[in-house]
């Protein structure tokens, strides 16, 4: 076993889109697992839209990431060594292990994957963080009912892949929102969404959304935010639900941003909108999995991954996620 | 019986604060009630901020105003000919009658008052529109908890006024926003709102709701908008409910207004927010009344008319209330 752990860390604190020098490589040792902890090898980690927000110095989901620490993240590995009965050597886990080649965790924190049910990069996808995110934001928040139409923006991204495949089996009527023609052709042609625009191409996007949400909109997931979010609220039929997983466009924001003002649009709608986080609904978790899990097997959700190799380029990865230049989700392959 | 009728029409279409100029005062001959409408003659007239959105071309609640039609509102009439079996000559009744003296309408339009029971200015205030705006507004759509902190904006106007005393009812603590120090003295010393703050003289609003919410804010009931909305939404707790009633602060605004956007802010505090209108609850109107009536006759609801006389003086009064200028509710006498 090696001696030494590989880590990014945060370097600076971006303002605007980050850059590569905002994170820094570093080598440690490798940490001793305390009581109850459990040591991890990393063997993929998750780069998701969501860890930009925690770069800020403002309140995200969680406590910011400082400068100094160890960028967060979440990660699928191997328990090396245990300190705590639930778990043993050889186990696979997946928890927030950050990005880094091991990993100490409180064994509490972490949830055992079965290897030979799935792939275990399944565990931060589908049978993960983005999977639940889709399954109880759409389901819990939005109840849609069959005959819907369900946007989604972000739609090629890990969350609204998933989401417009389960407003699919819920026979609703499924329509993306995504930045490139080839997202776009993956949201149609391989996932079965209903429509797709490319907001990057199209010269009117209210036109264009108009016209492939012809009935309206009943259902909006958002992971996006912005203009896009705009342009979607004034489609919204009455009784809309709108559920926000994310707001990836103003995670990069210097500035505080502004835009229209469409609460009246609620009354007349009498709309909602919901924010959500996933560990809301963490005493149910096991019913989202065990559901995503049947559809997987089922062939009813369809996936497809992108893997960098070496923790070294996480960075470089991330970023490129956060220009769009991604379709799939995107995991560094680290320690496999 | 006169056989001319007095209204007032929408003159010509306002582009931001409303004038005199705007509405213009009309002789008619007194209309015929056809197959199962009844003649009314109108007591009383409400006015209300949600009247100056049904000036503006764009959709409010409800169909435009057209310029040349008889300005819409609510108010309490006694019919005086009626071609329907559920009205007689003499009832009191109260429904969407106009800027009029004389009006018809269709019977099952109409909500008959029983004037023994309560003052009939009442079926225009607590036991109207504002007070089950109020009841379904608060109770339906936010779900007050004992101890939690309710917080008003608009609170001295007719439902917000109601909003506060029955999250005291509630056992929540209320807190009101409103403009003038009259209205503050209003809420605190004569409604019992456990506090207030005066917008329109407080240097920093923030720091005041800060302050006098000092547990953060659970549960806001809009009835105003842009930046009182902004500001109560930087304050709000995890799993926030956010009930939006009116956006008063933009029915006049002749350019669509901007302001900063806050999903993020929904996301991080899991909070919802819900606009609704009154109507969508219309089949549980019955128990709305039903609970209302008894706290007013258990003096847990306190209210406060404020009430001009004739309806030459409608358009004045209305616009003074678009000014923030009331304290009470506003009606205008019209036949009594």
Redesign the interface.
């Known amino acids: 076993m090696p001696s030494v752990n590989r880590q990014i860390t945060l370097a600076t604190r971006p303002v605007g889109m980050p850059q590569g020098a905002d994170f820094r490589l570093i080598e440690t040792p490798i940490p001793r697992p305390g009581a109850g902890e459990a040591l991890i090898r990393v063997l993929y980690l998750s780069l998701d839209p969501y860890l930009r927000?925690r770069m800020n110095g403002a309140?995200?989901?969680a406590r910011p990431v400082q400068v100094g620490e160890v960028m967060a993240g979440e990660a699928v590995g191997e328990v090396i060594e245990s300190n705590d009965p639930r778990m043993g050597r050889g186990d696979i886990v997946e928890g927030i292990l950050g990005w880094q080649e091991y990993a100490v965790a409180h064994a509490k924190a972490l949830r055992k994957i079965d290897p030979q049910a799935f792939p275990v990069t399944t565990s931060l996808y589908v049978l993960g963080m983005p999977g639940l995110a889709a399954y109880f934001g759409l389901l819990d928040i939005c109840h849609p009912a069959p005959g819907e139409t369900v946007l989604i923006s972000g739609a090629a991204g890990a969350v609204g892949s998933l989401v417009g495949q389960i407003a699919r089996i819920k026979r609703c009527r499924a329509v993306g929102i995504a930045g490139s023609p080839e997202k776009v052709h993956y949201l149609t042609a391989e996932l079965g969404f209903d429509g797709a625009v490319n907001y990057n191409q199209t010269p009117d996007l209210y036109a264009a959304l108009k016209e492939i949400c012809s009935n309206g909109i009943d259902v909006y997931f958002?992971t996006v935010?912005?203009p896009i979010?705009d342009t979607a609220m004034r489609l919204i039929n009455n009784h809309a639900r709108i559920s926000?997983?994310?707001?990836s466009s103003?995670y990069n924001a210097a500035q505080?941003?502004?835009?229209?003002?469409w609460?009246?649009?609620?009354?007349?709608?009498?709309?909602?909108?919901?924010?959500?986080?996933v560990s809301?609904f963490s005493s149910r978790f096991e019913e989202g999995l065990r559901q995503l899990a049947t559809w997987l097997r089922e062939k009813k959700l369809h996936y497809r991954e992108e893997i960098v190799e070496g923790l070294p380029r996480a960075p470089e990865a991330f970023l490129d996620m956060l220009r769009g230049r991604h379709t799939g989700k995107l995991m560094v392959k680290i320690g496999a």
Chains 1, 2 share one sequence.
């Open positions: 927000a309140l995200s989901s958002d935010g912005g979010t926000v997983c994310g707001q103003q505080p941003d502004v835009g229209p003002r609460l009246s649009q609620l009354i007349v709608r009498q709309a909602r909108v919901e924010g959500f986080l809301q």
